[in-house]
């Protein structure tokens, strides 16, 4: 499966006043709910995906397992976090 690009279950992971926050979709927002949010945001990271996707094209004939694209990954998932925050935190109770 090298070179797919992985789509992570609809969990979202924020960081506030220094602590992590893991916001699963089941617990105060719908699958679809949260889906939106997410969906409305991923387009404002395009520079962030096409880094990532980039690498993962660069690494594709790695055997050693040695290379990798954490940082490319993170980098992205922290500008849709940044992005969805706002949205998530009016919606939740």
């Known amino acids: 499966m090298a070179g797919a690009l992985y789509t992570p279950p609809l969990k979202l992971t924020?960081?506030?006043?220094?602590?992590d926050l893991v916001l699963l979709s089941?617990?105060?927002?719908?699958?679809?709910?949260?889906?939106?949010?997410?969906?409305?945001c991923k387009p404002k990271c395009v520079k962030q995906l096409?880094?990532?996707?980039?690498?993962?094209k660069r690494?594709?004939?790695?055997?050693?397992?040695h290379?990798?694209?954490?940082?490319?990954?993170?980098d992205y998932w922290s500008c849709v976090d940044k992005c969805?925050?706002?949205s998530l935190f009016l919606k939740l109770k």
């Open 50 to 56: 096409r880094s990532y996707e980039a690498c993962i």
């Open 14 to 19: 924020l960081t506030l006043r220094g602590r």
């Open 59 to 65: 690494i594709q004939g790695d055997e050693s397992g």
């Open 84 to 86: 969805v925050a706002p």
């Open 26 to 40: 089941f617990l105060k927002l719908g699958d679809l709910q949260l889906s939106f949010l997410l969906n409305g």
């Open 67 to 74: 290379k990798h694209c954490t940082g490319q990954y993170f």
